[in-house]
């Protein structure tokens, strides 16, 4: 079986997975208006704007705003428990949802520096394995 | 713009109804509540029919024809409605607003759902939206709002509980309630984890039910006797933020301001609260938002007693989604219906002495770390 190299389609509008770049993954945010704030996922069109949104690319990087484990039967064959919750990305005014690397559970904490990385994790709706973006401890990058 | 009364009501247990359909339990609250209020079917005018999940379970649409012809009503406008949780109490505000504008004078909700069944699963927003992909189930997201109300306020796991405990004690005066035996705080930390720090006690059941109100401009209102009247019905959405702040619900909060300004009240004049308790701390953030104490101090308002039957401002005298089960499309409706039996005179055991103003509070859908919808309808005598 070869791994999977793709995000699900319904991901891939949101996430782009970096090339050579140890799996890091960045945001696909838009903004409202030319000189407004950014938004995630990105809104097509703008109150403000005449034309649609382009894609600004953000480094997933931030700090743990909060987090759960959850602890009910997984969807989309994520592992039991799985983590998520919400990230505030470094100099965006984003707060973003996300899972966080199995990996890294017993470290999450509010304020933790986490960054967004592709992993093998689960199944998409089609039900074949995909990666998906999760945040991991910045400090297990190296 | 006339004023809009409760002519009549009907509600059925909540729980598992497993030989009976969707359009089986509708009928019979639609039933109930036309001879409560002693209308015959033909001078209905509207109907409206909340329901959030036949589609998806049943392949079923536009139900709500269907219920109203089991009860005789057939050849005026009848809408559906599917607004998630708030399905039932959104179809109740636009019934409300049909009359105000006097384009209906008896307008008959129904709210009806049957979810015991195998192939529900669990709930989300949607399996094309992005958070649902990356592991976003509804227990996660009230979660999330639990383990951040504890990082700025040390709100404790027992604080939780303790409306789970609260919500099933009031519900063992409540014949149509699913859970009526009590609980103690140990059972509800003890059952098991769902999603940090909520344990299953701490998060509503699914169950199959119906409710239906009836309601009716001021002359059918002076005929008919009614004493009691929608002093305030708002309909709001989130407002998705780029960074949502999870431990103050500023939806709530701007929901029941318009709420209280359109019905010339305040939280103090509030006799009782039904509201969205699908999780404990859901109904926690709710005392916050609606003005009931300060932000913060939820945990040791239903710590102290406050929104216990008896306390400054009991909440969920129905034991609340927690415990008489949340049947999401008539969630909304059975919401108006217990408040308008407690100013009625007429909720039994549970019944909050003296009430005359009551406010019926819903949520509904995940977007952005905000709720999708939001409404607020103030009843007074």
Redesign the interface.
């Known amino acids: 079986m070869t791994a999977p190299t793709a995000l699900?389609p319904?991901?891939s509008g949101?996430y782009r997975v970096l090339d050579g770049a140890d799996g890091r993954v960045v945001l696909l945010a838009g903004r409202r208006g030319p000189e407004g704030?950014?938004?995630?996922?990105r809104r097509a069109w703008s109150a403000d704007a005449p034309e649609p949104a382009e894609p600004i690319e953000v480094a997933g990087t931030g700090r743990v705003?909060?987090?759960?484990?959850?602890?009910?039967?997984?969807?989309?064959g994520?592992p039991t428990p799985?983590a998520?919750?919400?990230v505030?990305i470094d100099g965006?005014?984003?707060?973003v949802?996300?899972?966080f690397d199995p990996q890294s559970l017993d470290a999450l904490a509010?304020g933790l520096r986490v960054e967004l990385v592709a992993r093998n994790l689960g199944v998409?709706?089609d039900g074949k394995d995909c990666l998906?973006?999760v945040f991991r401890r910045l400090e297990d990058a190296a | 713009m006339t004023t809009v009364y409760v002519a009549g009501t009907g509600v059925l247990p909540f729980g598992r109804h497993t030989e009976r359909d969707v359009v089986s339990l509708g009928a019979e609250a639609a039933r109930a509540a036309l001879l409560e209020s002693g209308l015959a079917p033909g001078e209905i005018d509207f109907g409206i029919f909340a329901n959030a999940l036949a589609g998806r379970l049943f392949g079923a649409s536009t139900l709500g024809q269907n219920v109203l012809a089991e009860v005789g009503i057939a050849g005026i406008p009848v809408l559906n409605v599917e607004n998630a949780c708030t399905s039932g109490s959104t179809a109740v505000h636009v019934a409300w607003t049909a009359i105000r504008a006097g384009e209906a004078e008896a307008a008959l909700v129904v709210g009806a759902e049957k979810m015991c069944v195998p192939q529900l699963g669990l709930i989300n927003s949607g399996e094309t939206e992005v958070d649902t992909l990356l592991g976003l189930v509804t227990p996660a997201s009230f979660a999330l709002r639990a383990a951040r109300h504890r990082h700025e306020y040390g709100t404790r796991p027992e604080q939780l509980a303790a409306v789970a405990v609260k919500n099933r004690a009031h519900a063992a005066g409540n014949p149509v309630a699913m859970f009526r035996k009590p609980v103690t705080l140990d059972e509800v930390l003890a059952s098991p984890m769902i999603a940090t720090p909520l344990t299953r006690l701490q998060c509503c059941p699914i169950a199959d039910g119906a409710a239906a109100v009836l309601l009716v401009g001021e002359r059918l209102a002076r005929r008919l006797g009614c004493r009691v009247r929608v002093a305030a019905s708002v309909l709001t959405t989130g407002t998705y933020d780029a960074a949502p702040d999870l431990a103050h619900w500023e939806t709530d909060a701007r929901t029941a301001r318009l709420a209280y300004e359109r019905a010339g009240l305040g939280p103090g004049n509030i006799n009782l609260v039904e509201c969205h308790d699908a999780f404990t701390i859901a109904e926690l953030l709710h005392y916050e938002g609606l003005g009931l104490c300060a932000p913060g101090e939820g945990g040791a308002f239903v710590e102290g007693g406050a929104a216990a039957l008896g306390g400054r401002t009991p909440v969920n005298p129905s034991g609340g989604l927690l415990s008489r089960g949340h049947p999401v499309g008539a969630t909304g409706v059975a919401q108006v219906v217990e408040i308008a039996h407690h100013l009625q005179g007429r909720a039994g055991a549970r019944q909050v002495d003296g009430a005359r103003v009551g406010l019926a509070h819903c949520m509904g859908g995940d977007k952005d770390g905000d709720t999708k919808s939001c409404t607020i309808a103030i009843l007074q005598t």
Do not use: I, Q, S, W
Not at chain 1, 37 to 41: E, G, I, R, S, V
Not at chain 1, 65 to 76: E, Q, W
């Open positions: 699900p319904e991901l949101a704030a950014l938004t995630f996922p705003y909060a987090h759960t484990l959850v602890c009910v039967k997984p969807p989309y994520l799985y998520v919750g919400y505030d965006t005014g984003l707060r949802f996300g899972l509010p998409g709706n998906r973006p």
